[in-house]
């Protein structure tokens, strides 16, 4: 009786670890919680990427439209990774993108865009990533969903499937 | 095109399996003697495994980013030696150099067992074959090498920078070894088990894979842990990061059933130790692979992160566990007659004691690492687990440990006496004299460091001694016994004389403490092949005199965009000076980071020394035949 239990006991506890591991799986430790935060966007003057005129901040979010500023920067690896997900929402009609373009080289981004196609409607450009600061940005890439000049939604790290229906949501 | 050849040369070797088991099962029933046919075709399994790995290696060689490896990892700036290591620099390519040494030992096994059983070899290549199927569809599904992109990328996006460096180059081929070394002791234990040949020609056979992997993992740990020591600049060796413990785990394993096998090769004793040992060493080398690759910890490492890619070697994992688990079960049978009763002082209870403590480190390790990630699913709650756990946990046993090391090997087989050893007593009195001479005036836990250093000693001591006098027949434990001591010796010292100031400074400015004085002199800039370098002069003098220029550097990485610093490392068989620098945001200062580190290099050397011994006891095998 005794030589059986063990074998049991032991199983038993293989199992446990199994769907423990398992489980563990689905937690993605890899970025921090995202934050809701209900807040004014910040006001500031910027260069356009394309022209390098200096556009204010007013002129880019006016009105009952939904804009999400997304930074990114060729060289970072996760924007390309959320890049598909970008095209996939500019075909929403009722939202904007607008590209923070952070700390590249403007050559670096062109080929960027040209390689993977380009979801934005404006890309502004944030040469010493003072902009982002302002935004209280933690990396790149970050994106933040604008409605009537509020940030309703701030997403850290690359946008996936679950963030991009997420958004989907709340901008019907 | 290297591409293409790659991964139909993968799938050609996924498909040699085939044959392997058709033979093999053809060979196992038949009264014939072993079919040579097999080995040709593990063979030709690894020609292909080795032309698929060439395959990926010309691909970065020649920056050819319509792969997708190649563009995730590779630039054109970077030196050709960084394109070639930067191979298995990441995921896929990693797991490939994985399933090369899998395919390269098995076949090393086959011709190094010539005069083993049949039926015993046969079941070896069949169970190292299941590990090998599971690789090679967790690489081809999963994870493949040779993944295609359109339009071709013209430029990489480059390999990490800290990942850059010669010793990270080597460190993971060696523990890959180490690893997969541990592979074949897991397949020919379960060969052993089912055709009933667990003994002392099994033992005196095995023993080589055993410590052929035992030398190159502890040799992957030591180089990982000089990596960390210069190129992470904090200035430590070990961090107890999970990584690095994931690694700890199996070597802990395997230096417990080394032990053990060393028993068995003299008597047929402690052989469930033995079966289990070599089970579990595999199983957490896996156990490792999986934690490592599937994100679910969070470290220096974090490689790729793709639950797909966990799931699978999760679920791989545990069908191996339950495989062994079974056939441990229904096919093990226990030896009752050679089960007698150890006298209490003698070399097996000695070992035995020695086998409990390491597993007792072996599940302060495993529940350190693997606890939060328990604690986060069952209450979503956050914590990392950090060294005074472990120093806590570990230190106080490390005590006994370190008396049964010094006294075990001085006793016999089966039964001892105490007469003439009456120098072990006078070892212990020096050790204490000296232990306490040395903690005396420090501002430390004075019992617990007294205690330890005096164990250390002791072990010290006694294994010198041993050198001396010529009277240890084995040459290669007594060297693995003395550095080991000399390891834990400079580890105590070093955790215990070691002093850090951390300031910022400018240009033109100085520190000044109760020891020494900094001077921060000047700057230099210079551009080099694929980074910017910014080094800057500090002057060092310390009040008894001593005056030393320290260079610390800073790397500006055009691809990936990352900084890196260096450490400038003076070193010198007494003391590492150890300083580091980093920038201050937006501002003129630079945090400086200055350390004195006694008797570093004695860690690095006494890890040497211990593999060293281990391949001393090869050689000395491999001339007994």
Excluded at chain 2, 367 to 379: D, K, M, N, Q, R
Excluded at chain 2, 464 to 485: C, E, G, I, P, W
Excluded at chain 2, 579 to 605: C, E, S
Aim: aromatic share 16%.
């Amino acid at each position: 009786m005794k030589s059986k239990i063990f074998p049991i006991i032991l199983f038993i506890i293989f199992t446990i670890v199994f769907i423990v591991f398992y489980l563990g799986l689905k937690n993605s430790n890899i970025y921090t919680p995202e934050k809701n935060v209900e807040e004014n966007i910040p006001s500031f003057q910027v260069k356009k990427f394309a022209s390098k005129d200096i556009i204010n901040s007013n002129q880019i979010f006016n009105g009952d439209n939904y804009y999400l500023l997304n930074i990114w920067a060729s060289w970072c690896v996760p924007c390309k990774t959320e890049h598909k997900y970008l095209m996939n929402l500019s075909k929403e009609k009722n939202i904007k993108i607008i590209g923070l373009n952070y700390k590249d080289s403007s050559k670096n981004a062109k080929i960027f865009l040209n390689e993977l196609n380009n979801p934005y409607d404006l890309i502004l450009s944030d040469q010493d990533g003072i902009i982002s600061i302002e935004w209280g940005a933690y990396g790149v890439p970050e994106s933040f969903l604008i409605h009537k000049n509020n940030i309703i939604k701030k997403i850290i790290g690359p946008i996936n499937q679950k963030k991009l229906i997420e958004i989907k949501g709340l901008i019907k | 095109m290297s591409s293409s050849i790659g991964y139909y040369s993968l799938v050609f070797g996924l498909g040699v399996s085939f044959f392997i088991f058709f033979f093999s099962f053809k060979n196992f029933y038949s009264p014939l003697k072993f079919d040579s046919k097999i080995i040709s075709f593990v063979f030709l399994q690894f020609i292909f495994v080795i032309i698929s790995f060439f395959g990926l290696i010309l691909s970065f060689v020649n920056s050819d980013f319509s792969n997708e490896t190649v563009f995730n990892h590779s630039h054109t700036s970077k030196p050709l030696f960084y394109k070639i290591s930067g191979t298995w620099g990441n995921h896929e390519g990693s797991l490939l150099l994985w399933l090369l040494v899998l395919t390269l030992f098995i076949f090393l096994f086959l011709l190094r067992s010539k005069d083993q059983p049949k039926q015993y070899r046969i079941l070896t290549v069949l169970f190292q074959q299941i590990i090998i199927i599971g690789f090679f569809v967790f690489l081809l599904k999963t994870s493949n090498p040779f993944n295609y992109i359109f339009p071709v990328p013209k430029e990489g996006l480059g390999l990490n920078p800290i990942l850059q460096d010669p010793a990270l180059a080597i460190h993971p081929p060696m523990l890959y070894l180490g690893y997969v070394g541990t592979s074949v002791i897991f397949s020919s234990a379960l060969a052993a088990i089912c055709s009933n040949y667990i003994s002392k020609l099994w033992a005196q056979h095995v023993k080589e894979w055993v410590l052929i992997s035992w030398i190159f993992l502890t040799l992957g740990i030591l180089l990982g842990s000089i990596w960390a020591y210069y190129e992470l600049g904090w200035g430590g060796f070990w961090f107890w990061d999970p990584v690095e413990n994931v690694s700890l785990m199996p070597w802990l394993a395997l230096t417990t059933l080394l032990h053990c096998i060393l028993v068995l090769e003299k008597k047929p004793i402690l052989t469930s130790w033995v079966v289990i040992l070599s089970i579990s060493t595999f199983a957490l080398s896996m156990c490792g692979t999986f934690l490592v690759r599937s994100g679910i910890l969070n470290s220096v490492h974090t490689f790729a992160n793709d639950p797909e890619r966990g799931l699978f070697i999760l679920i791989f994992l545990f069908i191996l566990i339950f495989l062994s688990f079974f056939i441990f079960l229904f096919f093990y049978k226990k030896d009752t007659q050679n089960i007698k009763s150890f006298f209490w002082l003698s070399k097996e209870t000695s070992i035995l004691i020695n086998n409990w403590f390491m597993m007792y480190f072996l599940s302060v390790v495993l529940i350190g690492t693997t606890y939060p990630i328990f604690l986060e699913v069952i209450s979503s709650e956050k914590i990392s687990v950090g060294p005074p756990f472990y120093n806590m946990l570990i230190a106080p046993f490390l005590i006994p440990f370190l008396f049964a090391m010094a006294i075990g090997p001085r006793l016999k087989w089966i039964k001892s006496d105490i007469e003439g050893k009456f120098y072990l007593l006078l070892f212990l009195i020096i050790s204490i004299v000296l232990s306490l001479l040395i903690v005396k005036n420090l501002d430390i836990n004075f019992l617990l460091n007294t205690i330890l250093l005096t164990a250390a000693l002791y072990l010290f001591f006694i294994t010198l001694r041993d050198f001396v006098t010529k009277k240890s027949q084995n040459l290669s434990q007594n060297l693995a016994h003395f550095s080991f001591s000399v390891l834990i010796l400079s580890i105590l010292l070093n955790n215990i004389f070691s002093y850090e100031i951390i300031t910022n400074l400018k240009i033109n400015e100085s520190y000044k403490s109760e020891k020494l004085k900094i001077s921060f002199e000047s700057i230099e800039q210079e551009d080099k092949q694929n980074f910017k370098s910014i080094v800057g002069k500090f002057v060092i003098e310390e009040f008894d005199g001593d005056v030393e220029t320290m260079k610390p550097e800073l790397r500006i990485y055009n691809q990936p965009n990352i900084v890196t610093s260096e450490a400038d490392i003076k070193i010198n068989i007494f003391h590492d000076k150890f300083m580091t620098m980093n920038y201050v945001q937006n501002q003129d200062y630079f945090n400086i980071r200055y350390q004195l580190k006694p008797f570093m290099i004695w860690i690095w050397i006494s890890t040497i020394m211990l593999s060293v011994s281990g391949l001393l006891s090869f050689i000395q095998k491999n001339h007994e035949k």
